[in-house]
């Protein structure tokens, strides 16, 4: 009898238990800075539980969950295709839960209640509030490419201005604003620029926000022909009439702004805020080395990710004339043996078949391919137009060191003598003023472009 009371009371503690988990629960995850709401929905289904998951802030709702486990006061919610487990713990009340959230090798605290979370609103005091200045929406095609770019051409109030920038954008798909983490680095800039008399042209890139054709599958040869397009706009128009045509370009922008100069003879100038100036399996290898640093992930981590990255950059480097299907099996050889490196901690976080596909996916893509292919040299040394580079003392992505060195380097052989080079102490990859330069800072702070980095560059500009 007295076997059977336990039970019972076993029996009815779990289903209090589940009792306290019914429901939404709210929590948010800090990711690189910045807030990454989750909200998770339990029913019961018979004796068990189910949910499914929701994630405002990436505009995702009703992603299903595989598992939910509640094991008295311990919580496990899995879903394996996406590679998340989150394991936590109830409090007594069932009003809060606080537990892990793995996803891949990333593992972050999580908190769970059932209060609704508003979004965190971003403090961006740089980011115009008024334009004192004309705004005329525009559209131009690209005819090479069968597609149409939009964009944003400002203009001083007074309609006179000598000089007129087209700023090209960083990797990945950016809006005219090169709008990431929560900053607007190109309407900053814009701002600034038209400001002080100088009209710029920023522009969505393909396939983004009012721009047509597709982003996906285009490498940087095709953003180059982008940015030809947006010249051949402005030379086209009335009120550009005799003005000098320049162009603003950061990260991969840097790397396009010298691909399309030394091919247009009309560009009398060319501005490279972080552009490589060193073959861009170096960059990637530098990058990535300094940024594990940063991050701190382990020296077991570190250093293997050195080895895989390295040998892989380079047979994609050295291989240009080779077909994707032979460089498939020889990238499917290296990520299986990296994997297998891996310290231990971190294989349990991921399944080997998923690791190497997802890696094939990445480094077979199009325009990664086209990337790592990459020699700045080949363009910078046939540039002959004035050339302000500028980087950040503590930029991890793109080094000053080595890549303000091979811009100078390259431009000397072109018998370029009209080059000003400038490292600015303790600014980042988006010229903010940084700590440590880690991309997990980028959000977190306040100023979007120093403003001495940009009185420089209007100042160089306008002195020309």
């Not at 480094?363 to 137009?385: G, S």
């Not at 702070?445 to 160089?460: G, H, Q």
Request: aromatic share 8%; with cysteine.
């Amino acid at each position: 009898m007295k076997k059977i009371i336990i039970i019972f009371l076993v029996l009815i503690s779990n289903f209090m238990n589940a009792q306290n988990v019914l429901g939404d629960w709210n929590g948010a995850l800090e990711v690189q800075g910045m807030q990454l709401r989750l909200v998770f929905h339990i029913t019961a289904d018979g004796e068990n539980l189910k949910a499914t998951m929701d994630s405002p802030d990436q505009g995702a709702n009703g992603i299903p969950v595989n598992k939910v486990v509640l094991n008295e006061k311990k919580l496990t919610i899995e879903m394996p295709k996406m590679g998340i487990k989150y394991t936590s713990t109830v409090n007594k009340d069932g009003t809060e839960i606080d537990g892990t959230f793995n996803q891949g090798s990333m593992s972050l605290p999580l908190k769970m209640t059932r209060k609704k979370l508003a979004k965190k609103e971003l403090v961006r005091p740089q980011e115009p509030k008024s334009f004192d200045y004309q705004q005329v929406e525009v559209k131009f095609e690209n005819p090479k490419g069968g597609h149409e770019l939009a964009g944003t051409l400002t203009i001083p109030k007074d309609g006179k201005f000598e000089k007129v920038v087209i700023l090209i954008s960083g990797s990945g798909p950016q809006d005219r604003n090169e709008e990431l983490l929560g900053h607007k680095p190109f309407l900053v800039l814009s701002d600034h620029f038209t400001k002080r008399g100088i009209a710029v042209l920023r522009y969505d890139d393909r396939g983004v926000a009012k721009s047509t054709g597709s982003f996906k599958g285009s490498t940087s040869r095709d953003f180059a022909d982008d940015t030809h397009a947006a010249v051949s706009f402005l030379k086209k128009r009335k009120d550009m009439a005799g003005k000098k045509i320049g162009l603003c370009g950061h990260s991969e922008g840097g790397m396009i702004a010298p691909m399309v100069a030394s091919e247009d003879a009309d560009i009398d100038f060319i501005v490279l805020l972080a552009g490589p100036g060193i073959k861009i399996p170096e960059v990637m290898m530098l990058q990535l080395y300094k940024i594990s640093e940063a991050e701190e992930v382990s020296d077991e981590t570190r250093k293997t990710n050195v080895i895989i990255g390295k040998q892989m950059f380079d047979y994609i480097f050295d291989n240009v004339k080779m077909s994707k299907e032979e460089l498939k099996k020889g990238l499917t050889e290296m990520l299986s043996e990296g994997f297998d490196s891996l310290p231990e901690a971190e294989r349990e976080y991921e399944e080997k078949e998923k690791f190497i596909e997802e890696g094939l996916k990445m480094m077979l893509d199009d325009w990664f391919l086209y990337f790592m292919q990459f020699d700045p040299a080949n363009y910078l040394t046939k540039v002959k137009c004035p050339v302000l580079a500028i980087n950040g003392e503590l930029d991890m992505q793109v080094t000053p060191k080595e890549n303000l060195e091979g811009i100078k380097s390259s431009l000397a052989n072109a018998g370029n003598k009209n080059v000003t080079i400038k490292e600015f102490k303790s600014l980042n990859h988006l010229f903010q003023k940084s700590e440590t330069g880690a991309p997990s800072e980028y959000p977190k702070l306040e100023e979007t472009f120093n403003e001495e980095a940009m009185k420089l560059v209007s100042d160089w500009i306008l002195g020309m």
